[in-house]
């Protein structure tokens, strides 16, 4: 195949079987990483980009600025450099050390928030950066992809398409929730063109997407610390929030099995084992696997962060990792 611009280089129609957390069902997941940028969050960054275009709020030279924990920024720095426009990320200290630097090699600048919200995490500190920012500067062009509709768009035309006319009679969907732009898009797909289909929506424990007890999570992507406007636009049947440890364990596990995987398809799939039971014989399951595991080098999968993080001794957690790899 042979591409006229990096942006086309979106795979939408990717799933590998997997086989050992559901022995008595089928297991398929929706691998986003292999398209540019790495994640699936290029979808919806091109999509929001397109709309700002086809309304003449975007022209080459124009600012683009937004909050991200990293994969949109990612995309959004792609898109941004092959685009001509600049770019602003603001971002908090939780971002990966990968995600940083790969989002300044595509040029793009990196404004860094320090200080926690009245929740506990940094999501209100990020948005009211940005805020104030475009106050100073109203030749900025705030993406704002926590309201921004085409957010779920992208999700409702190509995710979850792609999903439906690959399992025509799929039983199940689990997907994480962050922004809830795939969770928004897919729900909303499946309930108008193919209601017998169960959603299943996973958060991470601390996170008050959905309401409950904000707490402290370490691990980008999934969760928020404030409800993000646009997932009043999401339905599921099911909601399960899984404990940080238990998505470092899954990740482990799926390493040793050759499938290295970041922390937001290792909740999902955390999600996907505390449902089974609940889940018939036969029955065909698709989760979303959001990106790969190669940025989580040095953190998920490093004996140094654990330690640092989820307080366990250096001898503890090099026998994690020896015991999953």
Same mark, same amino acid.
């Given at each position: ?5 990096? *942006? ?5 129609? &990717? ?13 398929? &997941?929706? !691998? ?5 940028? $790495? ?11 397109? =709309?700002?275009?086809?309304? $003449?709020? *975007? ?7 937004? @909050? ?8 959004? @720095?792609?898109? /941004? ?14 971002? &990966? ?28 500190? =990020? ?5 104030? *920012? ?24 190509? +995710?979850? %398409? ?19 732009? +795939? ?7 499946? %309930?108008?063109? !193919? ?54 364990? !899954? /990740?482990?596990? *799926?390493?040793?099995?050759? &499938?290295?995987?970041?922390? @937001?398809?290792? +909740?999902?799939?955390?999600?996907? %084992? ?24 040095? +953190? ?26």
């Amino acid at each position: 195949m042979i591409f006229k611009s990096p *942006l086309d280089c979106v795979f939408d129609d &990717l799933f590998v079987e997997e086989n050992t957390l559901l022995p008595h069902a089928n297991l398929f &997941l929706k !691998m986003e990483g292999f398209s540019i940028g $790495g994640s699936i969050k290029i979808k919806p960054a091109l999509k929001m980009i397109s =709309r700002l275009e086809l309304q $003449g709020k *975007l022209k080459k030279g124009s600012k683009v600025i937004e @909050s991200s924990s990293g994969n949109l920024g990612i995309a959004l @720095s792609i898109i /941004c450099a092959a685009k001509g426009y600049e770019f602003i990320c603001v971002v908090d200290p939780n971002i &990966l050390p990968s995600s940083e630097r790969l989002i300044r090699a595509y040029g793009a600048k990196i404004i860094k928030v320090k200080n926690k919200d009245a929740n506990g995490g940094f999501l209100n500190s =990020r948005i009211a950066k940005i805020r104030a *920012l475009c106050q100073q500067d109203e030749s900025l062009v705030w993406i704002n992809q926590y309201e921004n509709i085409d957010n779920i768009e992208a999700h409702y035309l190509y +995710t979850a %398409k792609s999903i439906a006319g690959q399992f025509p009679n799929l039983d199940y969907i689990f997907v994480g929730a962050g922004t809830t732009g +795939t969770l928004g898009g897919i729900s909303q797909f499946f %309930k108008k063109n !193919m209601p017998q289909t169960k959603i299943i929506a996973v958060d991470s424990v601390g996170s008050i997407t959905f309401g409950g007890i904000s707490g402290k999570r370490k691990i980008p992507g999934l969760g928020a610390s404030k409800e993000p406007p646009i997932s009043r636009l999401s339905y599921f049947d099911g909601l399960i929030r899984i404990e940080e440890q238990d998505t470092l364990d !899954m /990740c482990h596990q *799926l390493a040793s099995r050759g &499938l290295l995987v970041g922390g @937001s398809t290792g +909740t999902v799939l955390c999600g996907v %084992k505390a449902y089974a039971d609940q889940i018939p014989v036969g029955a065909t399951v698709v989760a979303i696997s959001p990106d790969h595991g190669e940025r989580y080098l040095n +953190t998920i999968y490093s004996p140094e962060w654990l330690d640092e993080h989820f307080s366990i001794n250096n001898a503890d957690s090099e026998q994690l990792l020896q015991e999953n790899f």
